[in-house]
């Protein structure tokens, strides 16, 4: 399995990224695919998830209701669009299929820095 993010970078507190990501090399619709971030001296935290075929979607609280998670499965591609950016929220977002949050993760990450 094969996973590259994409899409961070530096923002203004308040402002709205969009993260990419796209898998390779497993049937991607049947995956629930997963978001989670590190930030330097932190515990790995879980984002979002959505699954495969229903696209059934689940929020940590710290996200709710200024993240969405979708995904496109003919792109084989999941995306994380982040809104209202806090400090908070600076970290590498990683994804992956479900279960990877417990791993390390498969790709390199994306940046995402968030300045007050």
């Known amino acids: 399995v094969q996973l590259v993010e994409s899409g961070g970078g530096l923002v203004q507190a308040g402002g709205s990224l969009r993260l990419s990501c796209t898998a390779s090399?497993?049937?991607?619709?049947?995956?629930?695919m997963e978001w989670f971030r590190q930030a330097p001296g932190k515990e790995r935290e879980f984002v979002a998830s959505?699954?495969?075929?229903?696209?059934?979607?689940y929020y940590e609280d710290p996200v709710k209701d200024r993240f969405t998670i979708t995904r496109d499965n003919a792109k084989n591609t999941v995306y994380l669009q982040m809104n209202n950016l806090k400090p908070e929220d600076t970290a590498v977002y990683y994804c992956?299929?479900?279960?990877?949050?417990?791993?390390?993760?498969r790709g390199k990450g994306t940046l995402v820095t968030v300045s007050s």
């Open positions: 992956g299929p479900e279960g990877d949050y417990y791993s390390d993760p």
């Open positions: 090399g497993l049937t991607f619709s049947t995956y629930t």
């Open positions: 959505i699954s495969g075929s229903d696209f059934n979607v």
